[in-house]
């Protein structure tokens, strides 16, 4: 890690900041070769599988799913419960959405609701991780991700973007005869505090503050098969200035936003 030095308990925010944005090459390789490795689900922090075949090879570094929380692999559980806390850092969130998802829901019953939102959900995450992204979490109908440094350096937008024209791809957007689910994304680049929360017990890696709440308003307004992009992600990404931007006004929000809007 960054700082051998620090004691268990004892992590500063320079210590996460240092960690979030240059983190350890060995760590970063690893995590590159578990993306690639087709078997979910997988740790939320450095990407090791927990079934099939990577589950075995994983095993033989010692890396298995964490008993305390099953999102984590063991090596992760246990260093973010040694040092909790975290860094205000710029990363870029995306939120990818079902459009819909209520009448959908009316029209089967909820096992097989159930099994469709299991299938977004594994392929939403199949497409963040090959992304170099973390999710943070499955909220409902949809599903949170982070871009930062420690895995996607400093293309975190541009890769955010990629994973959800993935997304969009693997929900069937493509498709002459249309998506098998409708899905809309918003991402946004911006500071925000990521780091590790929780107790002794349960401990999460998340983002919080207003680049979070931001893409999730973006997410909240695009419509199927759409991908609104901030211009702060638009620009950090390198997309093309031709592109059109229109501005949004978004629920909560005291100021406008502009955006390049994006289709399947």
């Not at 401990?203 to 709440?213: K, P, R, S, W, Y």
Request: a negative charge; glycine letters at 10%.
């Amino acid at each position: 890690m960054a700082d051998p030095t620090v004691q268990p308990g004892e992590a500063t925010e320079e210590y996460w900041r240092d960690f979030l944005l240059n983190g350890d090459p060995a760590e970063r390789a690893f995590r590159r070769v578990f993306s690639w490795i087709p078997t979910g689900p997988r740790c939320k922090a450095c990407a090791a599988p927990f079934a099939g075949v990577g589950k075995q090879a994983l095993r033989l570094i010692g890396k298995r799913q964490s008993n305390q929380n099953p999102n984590l692999c063991n090596s992760c559980f246990d260093h973010m419960i040694s040092h909790r806390g975290g860094a205000t850092i710029e990363c870029t969130m995306l939120f990818a959405d079902v459009r819909g998802s209520t009448t959908i829901a009316e029209r089967m019953s909820a096992s097989e609701f159930h099994q469709l939102m299991s299938r977004f959900y594994r392929l939403a995450s199949e497409a963040v991780f090959a992304h170099a992204g973390s999710v943070d979490k499955f909220v409902g109908d949809e599903i949170v991700a982070m871009f930062f440094p420690l895995a996607a350096g400093d293309r975190h937008a541009e890769q955010a973007i990629a994973a959800a024209r993935r997304i969009l791809d693997q929900t069937g957007h493509r498709d002459p005869g249309g998506p098998w689910l409708p899905v809309g994304a918003g991402i946004h680049t911006g500071p925000a505090w990521v780091g590790a929360i929780g107790d002794d017990h349960h401990v999460e890696l998340t983002a919080i503050g207003d680049a979070v709440n931001t893409a999730a308003r973006l997410a909240s307004v695009a419509e199927g098969g759409e991908i609104l992009v901030s211009i702060d992600s638009a620009r950090v990404a390198g997309l093309s200035a031709d592109l059109p931007t229109t501005t949004l006004e978004l629920k909560g929000k005291a100021q406008r936003i502009e955006v390049v809007r994006l289709r399947a």
